[in-house]
């Protein structure tokens, strides 16, 4: 089954305790991306990859960082986490970035306390 | 850089009424444009989407979408919404490498 698979899928954590949240896709996907979702602001990109080795910022770099070894594989690194980035992160992958249609992990709710 | 703008941020309506989301974007040239749904606690799926030919659009569930390119829009209706329907609607466009940029969604709640 084609797939997007988050992990964990619910976190609660402190501020400044670093943290990845893994994402891997089955579809031989050349794109990746991380988009955080908040109330009222919708989804915003935070990183994304063309392709392995390949990645660059979105509108809200700020705070994660990435790394694109391998093609299926796109974690998310928070190094010192705080409270602002409390959200909901989802995990996504294309086969062609331009066609827009993109294939969401069933996301993951980090809380930073 | 493009921007996507969503004008209803939350919507109620009855089972059978009539459904019509805005969707205004700015970016000046081609571009492809979305429509994802979120049912409460799952992740966005694809509703319909729009890159060239005809502007009326169908996707699933009986939605469609206009594009209308003169207005720099892209609205979704549905003639007749169900209690099913109740979720949240992101419309979107694609213009290059970054693939999509998402407006701030439209919460729908449709009451029995």
């Known amino acids: 089954e084609a797939q997007v698979t988050q992990n964990p899928r619910y976190l609660i954590t402190v501020t400044g305790k670093k943290l990845t949240v893994t994402c891997s896709q089955n579809?031989?996907?050349?794109?990746m991306s991380w988009y955080r979702q908040d109330p009222g602001l919708g989804l915003r990109q935070i990183y994304y990859?063309?392709?392995?080795?390949?990645?660059d910022k979105g509108d809200v770099p700020e705070g994660y960082k990435v790394s694109r070894k391998e093609k299926r594989n796109f974690p998310l690194i928070l190094e010192s986490p705080s409270p602002n980035q409390t959200s909901l992160y989802f995990c996504a992958s294309s086969l062609q970035p331009r066609s827009g249609e993109l294939f969401f992990g069933e996301g993951s709710r980090l809380t930073v306390l | 850089a493009q921007s996507v703008s969503q004008h209803n941020h939350h919507v109620i309506l009855s089972e059978a009424a009539s459904l019509e989301l805005g969707c205004n974007y700015s970016?000046?040239?081609?571009?492809?444009l979305f429509w994802y749904v979120q049912y409460p606690g799952q992740h966005l799926q694809l509703l319909l989407k729009?890159?060239?030919?005809?502007?009326l659009v169908k996707g699933i569930k009986g939605f469609e979408a206009e594009f209308i390119k003169s207005k720099f829009s892209f609205n979704l209706r549905k003639p007749s919404v169900q209690w099913s329907d109740t979720a949240e609607y992101f419309c979107?466009?694609?213009?290059?490498?970054?693939?999509?940029?998402f407006g701030s969604g439209t919460r729908l709640q449709v009451q029995p």
């Open positions: 970016y000046g040239g081609t571009v492809n």
């Open positions: 990859s063309m392709n392995v080795e390949v990645t």
């Open positions: 729009y890159f060239s030919g005809d502007p």
């Open positions: 579809m031989n996907h050349e794109y």
């Open positions: 979107a466009v694609a213009t290059g490498r970054r693939a999509l940029t």
